[in-house]
């Protein structure tokens, strides 16, 4: 009797290890070094069209459904968090006159599949004066080959431009 359990213990196993081949799944393929320069492009455009004013471009490189996230310290010492639907910034009804420019530098990467993420330090201008500096998070989705800012983090650092600064300005995205 003990003979027999070992056989059917064994081929038990077998059966339960050798079935139907594994399923397998698709993986979406790792960063790739044309994937990032598509991404920091599509980046690039999006801060010319808030350095432009540009509200129809601002919207037309969103996602519909996006939010955004503002981090600001209060003079307390906390800090606060406001946080509103992307369409918030390029409603026509903002447009107050101002020339607003944002550029960023150092900007660290990450894709996998049809996600990415940009984190980059900024400096924000308003009417050619320097107003603030901060960090910057872009989400964008690959939709239709096309990368797509979804969502957006930022902090608001007034006190933080010195820190923040680039010691070479030959790094400033974009260009312009």
């Not at 993986?27 to 492009?41: I, S, T, Y």
């Not at 400096?123 to 107003?131: A, L, N, P, V, Y």
């Not at 431009?161 to 790094?171: G, K, N, Q």
């Given at each position: 009797?003990?003979?027999?359990?070992?056989?059917?213990?064994?081929?038990?196993?077998?059966?339960?290890?050798?079935?139907?081949?594994?399923?397998?799944?698709?993986?979406?393929?790792?960063?790739?070094?044309?994937?990032?320069?598509?991404?920091?492009?599509?980046?690039?455009?999006?801060?010319?069209?808030?350095?432009?004013?540009?509200?129809?471009?601002?919207?037309?490189?969103?996602?519909?459904?996006?939010?955004?996230?503002?981090?600001?310290?209060?003079?307390?010492?906390?800090?606060?968090?406001?946080?509103?639907?992307?369409?918030?910034?390029?409603?026509?009804?903002?447009?107050d006159g101002h020339a607003y420019r944002?550029?960023?530098w150092s900007p660290t990467v990450m894709?996998?599949?049809?996600?990415?993420?940009?984190?980059?330090?900024?400096?924000?201008?308003?009417?050619?004066?320097?107003?603030?500096?901060?960090?910057?998070?872009?989400?964008?989705?690959?939709?239709?080959?096309?990368?797509?800012?979804?969502?957006?983090?930022w902090t608001v650092e007034p006190e933080?431009?010195?820190?923040?600064?680039?010691?070479?300005?030959?790094?400033?995205?974009?260009?312009?």
């Open positions: 009797m003990t003979r027999s359990i070992g056989p059917i213990a064994i081929m038990t196993l077998l059966c339960a290890c050798g079935g139907s081949a594994p399923l397998t799944q698709h993986v979406p393929g790792g960063h790739q070094p044309g994937d990032e320069r598509a991404v920091l492009e599509s980046m690039d455009r999006f801060m010319t069209a808030i350095s432009e004013t540009d509200l129809e471009a601002m919207a037309a490189m969103k996602t519909a459904d996006g939010m955004t996230y503002q981090w600001r310290p209060t003079e307390g010492g906390d800090m606060h968090i406001t946080a509103r639907p992307s369409s918030f910034w390029h409603d026509p009804a903002r447009d944002e550029r960023y894709i996998r599949g049809g996600i990415a993420v940009v984190w980059a330090p900024y400096e924000f201008w308003i009417d050619g004066e320097t107003s603030h500096c901060g960090v910057d998070v872009v989400d964008l989705v690959k939709i239709d080959g096309e990368w797509i800012v979804s969502n957006t983090m933080a431009c010195v820190e923040l600064r680039p010691a070479e300005t030959s790094i400033l995205r974009p260009e312009s």
